[in-house]
């Protein structure tokens, strides 16, 4: 049986295509498990979220969506951030910010495009660029945004990126996006991915990622010298313009 290549958000190939390059399995062998040994599923996994407020959980995850096309994983985690910080609409005429209404909202064409079907996908400068844009366009004038970007996999960089997932860890007043390298994770494929940070486990040292990328996967944990493996590997040159790019951490802050 030939295993086909999936499409994958934000990751582009040759003409434009918007999917990324799995080797075919042949017939002798075994296929690969959902997820690889670097992700645990929520489901297999939900010790913290009983035990501890886990803040960020309770207000995010209802409001993480699917992406709604293979390169909107930028806008689906953005718009998921800022409907999570702002909580239900309190009228019940007034409607959950959806993401083809949040990229009209900020009106970039740019974002726009990369976020279509086919798209490019966005860089890290980008994804800054577009949260900052989209903060200002739905009137969160109490709101900035941050970013940080590790260079080196070293225990310097590893106590920086724990204090901040540990800070943003105890209030849902503000929203971590994550721009990573999603196979480095789950174990599928390679490329450039973006989505929310849900809890951070000090103790156990992991955090739980909000998957925006639903046809494939839920919600899982990762332990954090992998998150930041995941942020510093580069883009390969399969995805055209995103090729060289490494992730990091966007802030958005009260």
Known sequence: MIQFSRFCPGATIGLGLSLCLLTPASADEAPLPKLGPNAVPVTADAAYLREASAPDYWAFEAFVKPQFTTSACSIAAVTGALNGIRGLPGLAEDTV?????????????????????????????????????????????AYRVESYKPRTQDEATLTELRARLAANEISSADALLIYFNQGVVTGDWDGPHVSVIGAY?????????????????????????????????????????????????????K
């Open 97 to 141: 910010t959806t993401q083809p209404e949040m990229l009209d909202l900020v009106g970039n064409a740019e974002w726009k495009a990369l976020s279509a079907e086919d798209g490019d996908g966005v860089t890290f400068a980008q994804l800054e660029e577009f949260t900052g844009a989209a903060v200002t366009a739905a009137g969160m004038e």
């Open 201 to 253: 486990d000090a103790t156990a040292d992991k955090v739980l990622i909000l998957e925006v990328d639903q046809e494939w996967y839920i919600p899982y944990w990762t332990p954090v010298p992998v998150l930041l493996e995941a942020m510093l590997k580069p883009t390969s040159a399969e995805h055209g313009p995103l090729e060289g790019e490494t992730g990091g951490l966007v802030h958005i802050v």
